[in-house]
């Protein structure tokens, strides 16, 4: 399912530095995320510092993930909503306007984390993104992204 | 006022490898909060790869900012609600149930961010923060930590 290219590879190059996904930031996450059916999914395996207590994730990464596959989401959903390839222009990027986490258990450090993301709601500019986050099949942590869409001018 | 000892500095040192906020973690943030009255304050200047795209922070960092510093803010009022300075045993350490971020505005990347904290409900094992996140005076992001304490078996 995760094989060939991710929704942040479609992203323009001056679009691609974001530390959590951004396949140009040679320091960051670089999250990957695809479909799998209607859902979107992605994983990434945490580095030992990613630790909070010993054995466990600290919850800003488990948020950080959350967050770039939720506005990964957002655009591919966008995408699809216009029928349209994400390799066409005009390239439709999105931001985070809010983001919500519940941290249900303690998240494992070792095993490779699962995200699963469904489109609850796609308007013109904003689409709305519940994801959930697993490790070794059991949900560890749920989360909703209100994305909007850059505009053309970027952040302005 | 951020000068002496941070709440951080208080953790014992198993739980002090926090990426957010340890001080024994040589890749993370090690955020340091302080108290200003009866808020709590911390500072945190991005890296250069903390960009989301072109001149702008990227989510999930101020989202670990808002995580870490709810939790320290959340450690240092239960001492304080107890009358006890954070030198003493046993250690108060929480940890986050949920997390809330609005994104007000884009974050710029450059200046430091100036974070602030307003004990909104304290109980017995729960801590609830409210966060606001400036740079350069102005309001990007606001967000809310519910705290819990960790139990003495750390998170079993």
């Not at 994983?43 to 510092?49: H, I, L, M």
């Not at 994801?131 to 989360?143: L, W």
Request: proline share 5%; aromatic share 8%; charged share 20%.
């Amino acid at each position: 399912m995760k094989t060939g290219k991710a929704f942040q590879d479609f992203y323009p190059d001056h679009l691609a530095h974001c530390y959590g996904c951004g396949r140009l930031n040679e320091h960051g996450l670089r999250l990957r995320s695809f479909w799998d059916g209607e859902d979107s999914i992605a994983s990434f395996t945490p580095r030992p510092e990613h630790i909070a207590v010993p054995g466990y994730v600290y919850g800003g990464l488990i948020a950080s993930l959350i967050d770039c596959h939720g506005t990964g989401t957002a655009a591919a959903a966008a995408y699809r909503h216009q029928n349209r390839s994400m390799a066409g222009e005009p390239a439709l990027r999105f931001v985070t306007a809010a983001l919500q986490v519940d941290y249900l258990r303690p998240t494992p450090l070792g095993p490779e984390l699962d995200l699963r993301g469904k489109v609850e709601e796609i308007g013109e500019r904003k689409v709305v993104v519940a994801i959930s986050v697993s490790a070794a099949g059991e949900t560890c942590a749920r989360g909703r992204v209100v994305a909007v869409m850059l505009a053309d001018g970027l952040m302005d």
